[in-house]
């Protein structure tokens, strides 16, 4: 592209360093990486676990099983109707799973946060690399047509005292060659 072109295919100052820092850290090759401690590793299987269907069932089962061996006293009643141990071992579990799986909800929600600013700037470059395509193209589209009209005007010029004749012939009716 020439010099005078060069100045038609431009985007501001700050969205040019925009896309120089973008196109250096190249955004879409390098997908953000968490490094998990032990406690998130556990905090995700223990909200895996504990949001499953399998897990649901599995407990229901067992509640059912230590409701009808109290009610039954085919063992001798451990914890009579009230049911107060059950309570508090289903309170006890509830205790620690909450805050466990919180923490899982908290570490996904940061994933979540990375994963959106990381697309963020994958659609930032591209808007920008976008715009400057879109600029180039008009600047060779605007060069194009600068040669139509140049190769026009000499063809016009080349032309003219023929088409001139024919025109002043079809616009006074009766004159004729």
Do not use: C
């Amino acid at each position: 592209m020439s010099n005078e072109q060069s100045h038609k295919v431009h985007l501001s100052p700050e969205d040019q360093e925009r896309l120089r820092e973008l196109r250096a850290q190249k955004p879409a090759r390098n997908v953000p990486k968490l490094a998990l401690t032990p406690g998130a590793m556990l905090a995700d299987r223990v909200a895996e676990t504990v949001g499953s269907w399998r897990f649901i069932i599995i407990q229901s089962v067992l509640l059912g099983i230590w409701i009808v061996l109290n009610m039954m006293a085919f063992i001798s009643r451990w914890d009579p109707y009230p049911f107060i141990l059950l309570n508090l071992v289903l309170s006890f579990q509830a205790a620690y799973a909450a805050p466990i799986i919180m923490m899982s909800q908290n570490r996904q929600s940061e994933i979540d946060r990375r994963h959106a600013e990381h697309d963020y700037r994958i659609n930032v470059k591209a808007e920008l690399e976008i715009e400057l395509l879109h600029n180039k193209i008009d600047a060779l589209r605007e060069q194009e047509i600068l040669q139509l009209l140049n190769i026009i005007q000499r063809l016009s010029a080349h032309l003219a005292p023929e088409l001139v004749a024919a025109i002043e012939a079809e616009a006074v009716p009766g004159k004729t060659k």
